[in-house]
């Protein structure tokens, strides 16, 4: 038997069969192109979106996976945090199969799917939990920058987040600001690898706070500001993949050392990184780098599973049905809100 996971808590329409914590499938509609004239992620398009997408994608990830209907043993969807439209389509889609093959239904929460996304290792992918140990998570995507400390297998306690701009929105509103396209992470990822990340100083917001928090916004005024007070800059290449690498630097270096720091306060010897952000070569390296000067291990999701998608969601929902204890409920409605700080006491 099978288990079938849904995720549309934003803008990616993805359906993934799981069987034994092995990945069978992991089929992924992204609407980017659909995004890209607005600069942004339109939350009814998306909705509307994701209901067209829904049964082919379904389709694709049951014939993919070689799993008819009736072998699917139980049914798993996004919950929340995300966009409530987006959220529901997903949620009332996964619902409506379970009722109809009367199998159980699990909701689950996206972040905390992120938080175990690290330990889906291989091709094909696999949970593997066997080498779990406590760590520090990092979390950082679009939407949301945040730290973990996962005690145990389910069984984590929050440390901090932004208080305002997250790190990939970071990325894309001071790649906006340049003229760059949607999404504007990826794009100034590579502009940065021909730059110099020392040309322009911008600062690095609560970087020497000792709280666990972070904040964004400021760095993105400053670029504006900056941008305002030398327009030509836009119009030379050099210096634009120069504006790229310094702000890619001041957004990495905050991440880096904020995880280390809570890594040591912890006393853990391992770090963990998830989300669309962990796709960032930079912060990849730097992670790598830091861990390695510490002796602490770590583990990066692997790129495929770093932006939303399916697979982790019925990994971690296998993970909990497995172990007992957790609700399974046909009526559970979208908690658009959710904190991971409710999740995992």
Not at 210 to 226: A, C, I
Not at 303 to 317: P, Q, V
């Amino acid at each position: 038997m099978a288990l079938l996971a849904f995720e549309t808590s934003c803008d990616e329409t993805s359906v993934a069969v799981i069987r034994d914590g092995r990945v069978l499938s992991n089929c992924v509609s992204s609407q980017i192109k659909l995004h890209e004239e607005y600069g942004g992620v339109v939350p009814e398009l998306a909705a509307r979106e994701h209901l067209r997408n829904l049964p082919a994608v379904a389709s694709k990830a049951l014939e993919a996976a070689s799993v008819t209907p009736d072998q699917i043993s139980a049914v798993a969807a996004t919950r929340g945090p995300g966009l409530p439209s987006a959220l529901m389509a997903g949620l009332k889609a996964a619902q409506a199969f379970a009722f109809m093959v009367r199998r159980p239904f699990i909701g689950i929460h996206h972040h905390e799917a992120h938080l175990y996304s690290p330990w889906i290792q291989g091709q094909p992918p696999v949970g593997d939990f066997s080498g779990f140990e406590p760590n520090v998570s990092l979390i950082v995507s679009g939407g949301h920058t945040m730290l973990m400390h996962v005690r145990a297998e389910l069984d984590h306690v929050f440390l901090g987040s932004t208080v305002d701009d997250a790190a990939g929105e970071c990325f894309d509103k001071t790649g906006k600001l340049m003229g760059l396209a949607y999404p504007a992470g990826p794009v100034i990822d590579r502009l940065a690898g021909e730059g110099n990340a020392k040309a322009f100083a911008f600062p690095r917001p609560m970087i020497h706070e000792p709280h666990h928090d972070f904040s964004f916004s400021g760095l993105k005024t400053s670029v504006r500001y900056f941008i305002r007070d030398h327009p030509e800059i836009l119009d030379n290449g050099g210096a634009v993949r120069d504006l790229c690498a310094s702000v890619q630097a001041a957004i990495v270096e905050v991440l880096v050392e904020k995880t280390m720091r809570a890594a040591k306060e912890c006393r853990v010897g391992c770090v963990t990184a998830s989300g669309g952000v962990t796709c960032n070569r930079e912060l990849r390296m730097r992670l790598e780098e830091a861990c390695r000067r510490r002796g602490i291990k770590l583990r990066l999701a692997d790129k495929g599973l770093c932006t939303d998608n399916a697979a982790m969601i019925g990994i971690l929902a296998e993970r909990k049905l497995s172990r007992g204890g957790f609700e399974t409920d046909l009526d559970a409605e979208i908690v658009p809100n959710w904190s991971l700080e409710e999740v995992g006491k």
